[in-house]
């Protein structure tokens, strides 16, 4: 495998470091980030700081629950999830203690194909324990797709004339849960209008007329959701809108210095367009050189060609059902006047596309303004700015300033 530049390898290590701090945690450690406040409470009730930022990205898994029959107290998870340990062989996936889980399937999403697992106890809760197909490569990332039921009269309630608290009809239901990191949606049952939503959330109909909800949290941290919904007989149409936070999209501007007007971009994207060719989106929008493309599943570089005026690249495992995807990172060099300096101020004034893009300042700038809303934290000493789209329109514009600090 053909060496990376020096600055490709620093921004490599910068996400395999960042990587790091997302591996999975125990059942306990799960519950105890639940808690009402990250960074708990003092003796007189105030609320202590949670620690500094140093993530550049948040939601690197994605949790869709659908709501089963009413009064079954059950709910079907799909759960995509990464694995960044370089090495390991299994993912591990804890069940929060008192769901009682059931009718649990894991996929390797490279082939589709079912992977064997455990279910196993683990003090008052149940983790599922994934072989992977092979150990996480270096440069790589292992995935598991897995699917699961869970039996929690606590989250999901129906309610009849005997339970129903007031302002709450006989055959209304309820879903609550805390919900934390993650890019997530909630499908009502069939047959079921919403009421309320306590989080801001895209909605959509699904091909058979259940109404759902796609949202995605971008502090990362425990964000209580409640919904509240009601039978109905009127049908609902399906809807062309797709969940926009199924995307897992994430790209790093790594800014170098700006009087070069240079940056180092790496885009690490699921794709599961059918087929064995897939075009590099990346590279319709940004002109990007020395491009390299990685099967993160294997680490191995894929070799690009032009197909008509798209970049497209051949995959070593083809896709043909909606199990599968691609994960591909791309890397490359972006030279744009939009980066510079102005009178003593860095400045960035591009249109960015994707969930998730984070940009990540020289060494010694600290920033001054953003035109979007987004989380500054430090990384390795550097300031970052990261920004989750939570707009359905796909490209925006994003301008940063920044001054360099007084030594």
Do not use: C
């Amino acid at each position: 495998m053909r060496r990376l530049p020096l600055v490709r390898q620093r921004v490599s290590r910068l996400l395999a470091g960042a990587a790091l701090l997302l591996a999975p945690v125990s059942a306990r450690a799960q519950r105890a980030a639940a808690g009402p406040f990250p960074g708990g409470e003092n003796p007189d009730g105030s609320l202590r700081p949670t620690s500094r930022l140093q993530r550049l990205f948040t939601q690197d898994a994605y949790t869709e629950y659908a709501l089963l029959q009413p009064g079954s107290e059950q709910f079907r998870i799909k759960f995509f999830t990464e694995e960044t340990r370089v090495g390991a062989t299994e993912l591990v996936n804890a069940t929060r203690g008192g769901s009682e889980g059931t009718d649990v399937e894991v996929f390797d999403p490279r082939t589709g194909k079912p992977l064997p697992f455990t279910y196993d106890v683990e003090g008052d809760g149940h983790a599922i324990h994934a072989k992977l197909t092979a150990p996480v490569p270096a440069g790589g990332i292992g995935r598991v797709l897995i699917y699961k039921t869970y039996k929690d009269a606590r989250t999901y309630q129906s309610y009849t004339e005997a339970n129903a608290p007031s302002g709450i009809q006989a055959g209304d239901i309820s879903w609550v849960r805390s919900l934390s990191g993650y890019r997530l949606g909630v499908i009502l049952p069939a047959g079921y209008r919403l009421l309320s939503s306590s989080i801001a959330a895209q909605m959509s109909t699904t091909p058979d007329g259940r109404v759902a909800l796609h949202f995605a949290n971008p502090s990362g941290l425990s964000n209580p959701f409640t919904i509240h919904a009601r039978k109905t007989a009127t049908p609902f149409a399906p809807t062309k809108y797709v969940d926009m936070f199924l995307d897992d999209v994430k790209t790093l501007y790594d800014f170098g210095e700006p009087a070069a007007h240079r940056i180092l971009v790496e885009q690490t994207y699921s794709d599961g367009r059918l087929g064995t060719t897939l075009p590099v989106d990346l590279l319709s929008y940004a002109a990007l050189t020395d491009v390299t493309v990685t099967d993160l599943d294997t680490a191995h570089p894929l070799a690009q060609r032009k197909q008509g005026g798209a970049t497209v690249v051949t995959l070593e495992e083809p896709i043909v059902n909606d199990k599968q995807s691609a994960h591909l990172r791309v890397t490359g060099t972006l030279t744009d006047a939009g980066y510079t300096v102005v009178n003593g101020e860095l400045r960035f004034d591009r249109q960015v596309k994707g969930l998730r893009n984070t940009f990540l300042l020289p060494v010694g700038y600290d920033v001054s303004a953003v035109s979007q809303s987004g989380t500054v934290g430090v990384y390795q000493g550097r300031v970052f700015v990261a920004l989750v789209n939570l707009n359905a329109e796909n490209a925006y514009r994003v301008v940063i300033t920044a001054r360099k600090r007084a030594e």
